[in-house]
């Protein structure tokens, strides 16, 4: 396996694109009328009802290969519901009510800020099938709003493909147990409208680019105040390849922050599969090597239930490989069979596992078949390997079972194509687990129970007219006008201050930083604190500090006032911070109190001392004056006053 | 989908229409479409019925639809040609000794179904190959053969199709099938269910009426389930008997069996919208077996017995009083030469006074009037107030508790044999069918009538 924190993502030909949903703002759920709102405390869910599902034809009249695998995991879904925010619609028990219709036009706002070239004009709602059961329908409702768009990352343009406006899916609740075959989902989330932006993955060239990609979506979602906030209103999927890999889809990621670990971690786990699959080559192997020949062997094992084995010739070592961090090539098989079967992976094993030292021992998931070497060798009598042969025993009830011995052989097959297109769920620890086959097109048919809904261009036109700056423009202006980095512009727009901050530099005439702090800095500081600053006492300082009531340096000594005294009027600030003008005599005076505590023989010698005790000077000073002076005015005088004595 | 093979563009209207014409562009074309700078590229597929006559719909690669206007500024290329094939798989099925015969005869309802593009809806698929490959467990319980009666919508039944669907089962009988199902629309199945029941005399196999609430287009259909269990259920079980076996819960867990001429459709959308009324259910099934509640159900009866008996009158109609009611509508009905009236009454059973004189009108005329209630429980009683009394007096029948479906096939079926009103009221107060029930106990208004385990929760968050 190769070290994840020592890739050349270019030399490896690393690919990345990016699914970003993000939960719109909105009065109702998209198809129905309840309010969008979570339940998060399960004993107030009021009812519980239970399905199954089956695939069905797509338009084209093929079924959906990945759909076909999702139905033989054999899942009993049971919904979990409460009265006030789910309906017979979440139940799939009545059809669609009319789509709101805001959040449809919501869609093309967003398209205009990525530039969409290609809008639909006619709006027609698709089924994109899903059998997992996080769709009561077994399909989501979703439509196109438009395509052919772009954002600008790291000086050049990662196209948007396409935005949608889509249904979520309720919360599966528990996934503790993956080899369960009964689910559990929270019925609340499902209906909440959902954007879905999908940008070309063979645009982001390494994980930093794939990052900005995702934060520049998200500052869309903010800036044009469409996304909702608070956690879990986005999550991103993220497609990965590397040269001679193929396209994974990791699901289901919330932190951005783990975006660096997850590119790696599969990065690797591509690389490994394909020297595998060398390997594999160099050895001569075909897909008919693999026998779906499953041998019973459970005379040799003290259990009620069945143990078969099947042997896969010349495949000795490769089992063992390490494929991701702590996790072999046969454990990140098991995963697999135990998710379509419901054997779990500790009743998998194979044949490598028997060497010292064999990664799979110390690995999260140790097998827990008991085979020594004793035991080992009478299974090798029953089996007769070959020398380079490997083998696998996998233990359970007896239709399962073998059915899991099925998977495990189809998967080897594919093992001699490298890596398999396949959703994965990525894990807190960085590795990933498969979780489906890849969803393809053939999943997605028209929705008849709703017709098209015609927007026309000019519907269009009028909706983005008037949408402001975009989040890459405000940065470009704001980082020439004031120098401000990404993190400056990112809270402006995260806390919704950026109209604010034009207000208050461009018509009140504050200086950029001042408005800053006082939109930004001030206000998260005394949340801090856990004390109450409204915005009212914001625009209050702001307008004092516009018409000079208060200098900049009496900002804090003013905002505490505020604070104890949130009615106060801009008269009574005036009243008790513009204190009369004090004259040069006294303010030298008290300036040369203070430099004659200090050594100024020192002063003048070291520049970085000179530095400290300047402005250790004039904090004093200031704090004397009660702040209602300018601080840089007064640095200069003191400056000033330090060298005329030295030329004194 | 029809097969277009002449390259006409498929559901197109008007000038787009002629303009897809004249530059050879067909439905299931490949095409670019240019307009300024937007570039769309995907399926030309076929446009359905009531859209907008001037935009196209496209399929692009991700499997998306979405609809762009064509104007005069927009071109049109087309690159290449992917016609769909919406067709379930086909799957062998060999017939087998040991398992009992059943025959499915398709009305419409849907078990699996299609996309239709003229309306952009669903229509039912009703073929052998698509039933089996949309339920492939039904190939391992019974020997099913599906047949295709009608291919229409459940409102569009008229007596005559009752009549016809009648005489296929009886054909089927005699041909040796052990059980029959009936796909039905669920709007009327109920009514169809009535009407078979008169007419089906001592049924020597199960006849199970089944469709799906949820069409058989989506992944949770119940349509599956209820196939598969109407199979169990006519090819095993031991009744002859017309029922309707549909979802008795939201929950893919029990179908309850229903004897048709007492149940009724009480949800415009639920799985679980077909109830007993005044009556429990006969039975559940499950996939642990069957379960009768009910000890009152005809047994399979010798073949030989059973005999066809499908005589009807379609002159017969339904009215259902409203305060305010004109009774010109009653009057209307004897002079269009009606044969019969079921009349929903208030409460017990009432009518206005204002209809007494229509009333009298069909007394002399010799047309019987079949009073049932409008609450849909209980039972027609005519004797307990004096409007009752002065309707009984004017020669309106009391329907027992008679659901509207019963009453109303009941009528048809009845003065399809006698127009002489004593004899009518003489079959309409006979319980043929399990139509009347000579008592009520208390639980036919409890059990198993939507109050569903949780409900006391549900209370105590009110």
Known sequence: MLDPYNLDFKELGFHAGLEVHHQLKSKRKLFCNCPPILEENPENMDYSFYRYFRPVLGEMGDFDPGMLVEFEKGYKVIYLANERNTCTYDMDETPPFFPDLEMMEKGFILAAYFDCTAFAEEIVVNRKQYLDGSITTGFQRTFICARDGWVPVNGKKVRITNVHIEEDAARRVNWEDTSNRTVYYNLDRLGVPLTEIITEYMDVDNPEELLETAKQIGRVLRISKIGRRGSGAARQDVNISIAGGDRVELKGVQDLEKFDIMCRHEVVRQHALIEIKNTMLQRGIKKEDFEHTYVDISQLFDTNEKVYATIFPKMKGLFGIEVQPNKDFGLEIFEKSMLITGIPRKNQFHSDEIEDGALRANSDYPSDVKINHDLYSKICKVLNPKENDAFIVVEGPEKRALHAMKKIVERVKMAIDGVPQETRRFLPNGNSEFLRVIHGKDRIYPDTDTPPIVISLDRIKELTKNIGKKPWEVFDELHEKYGFNHNHVDLLIRDEKLAKFIEYTEQLQLDGNLSYKLLIILPRATRRKDLLLTTEMIDKLASVLSKKIIFKEQVELVLNYLIENPQSTEEEIKEKFDLPEISDEKVEMIIQSKIDKYDLNKIQEFEEYQNLILSKITGEVLKELSYHFEGKMLAEKIRQMIFVKEDG | MSNNGNGEPEGYRGALRERLIKDKIRTWSKVVIKKGDAEYEGLLLPRSQHTDDDYVTLKVDTGYNLGVLIDEEATIKEIGFHKGNYELPHIEVKFKKDLPNVTLLGTGGTVASRLDYRTGAVLPAFTPDELFSAVPELISTVNLTPKTLYQIL????????????????????????????????????????????????????????????????????????????????????NFGEVVIAMHGTPSDSYNLIHRATRCRKMHSARRDTFRTLSDIPLGKIDDSGVTWFKDDISPRRPKEDFYLDTKTDSRVGMLYFYPGMNPDMLESMVDLGYHGVVMIGTGLGHVGTDIYPALERCKEEEIPVIMVVEPL??????????????????????????????????????????????????????????????????????????????????????
């Not at chain 2, 196939?227 to 090819?235: H, N, P, T």
């Not at chain 2, 008592?439 to 949780?454: A, N």
Request: glycine share 10%.
């Open chain 2, 377 to 462: 429980f209980g039972f027609a009683q005519l004797r307990v107030y004096e409007t009752g009394r002065d309707m009984l007096a004017r020669g309106v029948i009391e329907g027992e508790n008679m659901l509207p479906s019963a009453a109303y096939t009941k009528l048809s079926w009845a003065l399809g044999h006698t127009r002489n009103v004593d004899e009518v009221r003489a079959i309409m107060l006979t319980n043929i069918a399990g139509e009347i029930t000579t008592r009520e106990g208390p639980r036919g208004y409890m059990v198993l009538q939507g109050v569903e385990p949780g409900i006391d929760k549900m209370m105590k968050n009110l």
């Open chain 2, 154 to 237: 459940s409102e569009n039944f008229r007596p005559e199709y009752w009549v016809k669907t009648a005489e296929a089962i009886a054909k089927e009988i005699e041909s040796g099938a052990d059980g029959i199902i009936i796909g039905h629309g669920t709007d009327t199945m109920c009514v169809t269910g009535c009407a078979l029941s008169f007419f089906l005399r001592n049924l020597p196999v199960p006849v199970v009426l089944v469709g799906s609430q949820r069409s058989s287009d989506r992944p949770s259909s119940d349509g599956p389930r209820n196939i598969l269990y109407a199979a169990q259920l006519s090819g095993y079980e």
